[in-house]
Structures are given as structure tokens and as C-alpha cells.
């Protein structure tokens, strides 16, 4: 099965950028498509990106459209996750994931399995 390593959060400022990335063990990482997801205290895990299995197809939940751009290296069996422009509302920990094959993005983590440890994206003001 695969297994998912999330890296690269941490303290920033308002406006400030982070690149989170997530590396992947199987060796069959770009056969499959990729989300990540983020949960902020007391409240439910969000869509935040899908990336197709080859890279040409990516989807945005509208609050991080136009700041946040998702991506993929298949041959370092990563995927990776660039912040601009961050806000205080973007605090949270942050999942990655893999989609289900022929599945629709719907924003649902219900599409996703295989799930990382999610790592720690704090943003002050």
C-alpha cells in the first residue's frame, strides 16, 4: 500500500509563503491522483486542492484559488503544495491523499484514502 510523509509547515507571518510537501513510498505514486486536505480546531476536515494522476487536470476549493498551487514530481513520488499569500484563516494541519481511482472530485474526503499524519501550518497576524 502506499504510504504518505507530509513536511514543510510551520509558523509564518500574514502574507507570508510556505511549500508543503508530500512524499510517497509506492512505487505506483503516478497512477494516482492526490488532494490535500486541512482541519482547523473544532471544525471539519476541508478540500483544499486535487491534482489528477498526471498532473494536467487540478481543482481548487475557492478560498485558496489563486493562492495556493498544486503540483506533482511523479519521478520523486511527490506531491507538493505552494502557499501565497497566507492569512491567519488558513491555520491548520494540513492532510494529504490519495484519491480513489475513477473518482470525481467532489471535495468529499470520502474520494480519499491512504492519508498522511498532516503537518502543522500556523499563521499569525
Known amino acids: 500500500q502506499v504510504q504518505l510523509v507530509e513536511s514543510g509547515g510551520g509558523l509564518v507571518q500574514a502574507g507570508g509563503s510556505l511549500r508543503l510537501s508530500c512524499a510517497a513510498s509506492?512505487?505506483?505514486?503516478?497512477?494516482?491522483?492526490m488532494g490535500w486536505f486541512r482541519q482547523a480546531p473544532g471544525k471539519e476536515r476541508e478540500f483544499v486542492a486535487d491534482?489528477?494522476?498526471?498532473?494536467?487536470?487540478?481543482y481548487y476549493a475557492a478560498s485558496v484559488k489563486g493562492r495556493f498551487t498544486i503540483s506533482r514530481d511523479n519521478a520523486k513520488t511527490t506531491v507538493y503544495l505552494q502557499m501565497n499569500s497566507l492569512k491567519p484563516e488558513d491555520t491548520a494541519v494540513y492532510y494529504c491523499?490519495?484519491?480513489?481511482?475513477?473518482?470525481?472530485?467532489?471535495?468529499?474526503?470520502?474520494?480519499?484514502?491512504?492519508w498522511g499524519q498532516g503537518t502543522q501550518v500556523t499563521v499569525s497576524s
Open positions: 491523499a490519495v484519491r480513489r481511482p475513477r473518482t470525481v472530485v467532489g471535495g468529499s474526503w470520502r474520494e480519499y484514502d491512504y
Open positions: 509506492g512505487r505506483t505514486f503516478s497512477s494516482y491522483a
Open positions: 491534482i489528477s494522476w498526471s498532473g494536467g487536470s487540478t
